[in-house]
């Protein structure tokens, strides 16, 4: 295969990385809390072999990664005593079933059969420590407090544990919402929570369907480009076939 074919197919295969990663930003463009996801590429300089010392490297698109647009979504007002959005760079922890400690910016909580304060896929919210929230069966009146306090009927029951990040990049997304971190976050400063409101997505419905056209159009001249190349090849091989039988 000659460079320009491997240069186009590498450049396909970063397409279709953006591709997949546009379609599943429209596809939450509705979720709560859910933050668009970019990739990132970088040149890759393929040094020639020893049998090809007189040839130039190759530069191809080395696909190294992703990161999240870090603006906050709009937080709109649901009126839901178990709906929460947070006001500033925090995240709410969460326990998976697993025991390992994720978080998310989704407040869409709801309480389970437990009566305790979980996720929409069922994992338990935490409070300082790991410990869940749990929810007194029967509470008629239910308040957290902008620093995550929560009471039923006057009485404490717990606390939503919201934690901040240096690097907001540093969280790697594990879908449903939530984020797996390699360091531990710190106890907020900067945050403040807001019952009865939930933040929504900070996906650009529009923008994101103009990046989807842009990357198909790219995609389909990579293609051309390549199948410019296979019929030259072809048409160069035909030729020197007619030379040599003649």
């Known amino acids: 295969m000659e460079n320009s074919l491997y240069v186009g197919l590498s450049r396909q295969l970063v397409l279709d990385h953006a591709m997949t990663m546009v379609a599943n930003n429209v596809s939450n463009a509705n979720t709560p809390g859910y933050r668009?996801?970019?990739p990132m590429f970088q040149e890759y300089i393929a040094k020639a072999g020893a049998s090809y010392k007189d040839q130039d490297p190759l530069s191809m698109?080395?696909?190294m990664g992703q990161y999240d647009t870090t603006t906050p979504g709009t937080i709109q007002l649901t009126?839901?005593?178990?709906?929460?959005?947070?006001?500033?760079?925090g995240f709410m922890e969460v326990m998976t079933p697993s025991g390992q400690v994720q978080y998310t910016r989704?407040?869409?909580?709801?309480v389970?059969?437990?009566?305790?304060?979980?996720t929409p896929s069922g994992f338990k919210v935490s409070g300082p420590g790991?410990?869940?929230?749990s929810i007194p069966a029967g509470a008629k009146d239910v308040v957290v407090t902008k620093a995550g306090e929560i009471t039923a009927d006057g009485n404490a029951v717990g606390r939503i544990s919201v934690v901040e990040f240096d690097n907001l990049q540093d969280l790697k997304p594990e879908g449903n919402?939530?984020?797996?971190?390699?360091v531990a976050g710190r106890p907020a400063t900067e945050t403040e929570v807001t019952q009865g409101a939930l933040e929504g997505s900070n996906v650009?419905?529009?923008?994101?369907?103009?990046?989807?056209?842009?990357?198909l159009r790219t995609y389909q001249s990579t293609m051309r480009m390549m199948n410019n190349e296979h019929e030259r090849q072809m048409g160069a091989i035909q030729k020197l076939a007619r030379t040599t039988s003649a």
């Open 36 to 38: 668009a996801q970019n």
């Open 204 to 215: 650009n419905a529009v923008q994101e369907m103009t990046r989807m056209i842009d990357i």
């Open 112 to 118: 389970n059969a437990s009566n305790e304060l979980v």
């Open 106 to 110: 989704a407040g869409n909580f709801t």
């Open 177 to 182: 919402g939530l984020y797996s971190a390699s």
């Open 130 to 133: 790991g410990n869940p929230i």
């Open 61 to 63: 698109v080395y696909d």
């Open 79 to 89: 009126g839901g005593t178990y709906d929460i959005a947070l006001n500033g760079p």
